[in-house]
Nanobody, 124 residues
Framework: QVQLVESGGGLVQAGASLRLSCAISGGTGSNYRSWFRQAPGKEREFVAGISWSGGATYYADSVKGRFTISRDNDKNMVFLQMNSLNPEDTGVYYC??????????????????WGQGTQVTVSS
């Protein structure tokens, strides 16, 4: 059973940066890795994704140019560098692995199981 442990969140002011980390253990159905986030009262949404080699990356329009996803396959870890944070980035951030090899990269229903997430709070 795959297990995901996110870390690196915190309370920061607008304009600050944070780097999230995710440690993944156990067998996975896919080598693709992703980050999602969930703001209070809102549905979980796609943030960023990365292929096995790192040669292909995908970003939500709202974070493009500010966030960078990366991975260390030797350590089985995924990272999310977040710059120029704004209050709209507040939420719980989750790293994610597809349940199977067939998935829609923006649909959280195709990913799981989920870790506990890490809280990111950006004050104005």
């Amino acid at each position: 059973q795959v297990q995901l442990v996110e870390s690196g969140g915190g309370l920061v002011q607008a304009g600050a940066s944070l780097r999230l980390s995710c440690a993944i253990s156990g067998g996975t159905g896919s080598n693709y890795r992703s980050w999602f986030r969930q703001a209070p009262g809102k549905e979980r949404e796609f943030v960023a994704g990365i292929s096995w080699s790192g040669g292909a990356t995908y970003y939500a329009d709202s974070v493009k140019g500010r966030f960078t996803i990366s991975r260390d396959n030797d350590k089985n870890m995924v990272f999310l560098q977040m710059n120029s944070l704004n209050p709209e980035d507040t939420g719980v951030y989750y790293c994610a692995v597809p349940r199977t090899s067939s998935y829609s990269y923006k649909d959280p229903a195709d990913f799981g199981p989920w870790g506990q997430g890490t809280q990111v709070t950006v004050s104005s």
